[in-house]
């Protein structure tokens, strides 16, 4: 097990920035894939984005490519999600996730063996 702690959200204009935090501890970070997902009031979660153990492969739901950009340190244990262009749309807690690196990923799977708590991000008009 990985325990996950986010951080980093909070209350931003729409076109603001935010960066996104997600500590891990317990485990080798590095054989985790890692994923932000997102849920908003009365919706279904949904996926956000994704890296691979090594940081080399990453993938992006459409709603937020090119305006999102997630990355990761190893040496730190951490995961970051690195927001811009905000949009009001893009309110909801935010979580991250891991899960083992050699399980066979499919691009916007939701399937995770650990999440952090969540944290709000809420982008004003």
């Known amino acids: 097990q990985v325990q996950l702690v986010e951080s980093g959200g909070g209350l931003v204009q729409a076109g603001g920035s935010l960066r996104l935090s997600c500590a891990a501890s317990?485990?080798?970070?590095?054989?985790?894939?890692m994923g932000w997902l997102r849920q908003a009031p009365g919706k279904e979660r949904e996926f956000v984005a994704y890296?691979?153990?090594?940081?080399?492969?990453?993938y992006y739901s459409d709603s937020v490519k090119g305006r999102f950009t997630i990355s990761r340190d190893n040496a730190k244990n951490t995961v970051y999600l690195q927001m811009t262009s905000l949009k009001p749309e893009d309110t909801a807690v935010y979580y991250c996730?891991?899960?083992?690196?050699?399980?066979?990923?499919?691009?916007?799977?939701?399937?995770?063996?650990?999440w952090g708590q969540g944290t709000q991000v809420t982008v004003s008009s």
């Open positions: 996730a891991a899960r083992s690196r050699y399980l066979t990923y499919t691009p916007g799977s939701q399937t995770y063996e650990n």
């Open positions: 890296i691979s153990g090594t940081g080399v492969n990453t």
């Open positions: 317990g485990r080798t970070f590095s054989n985790y894939a």
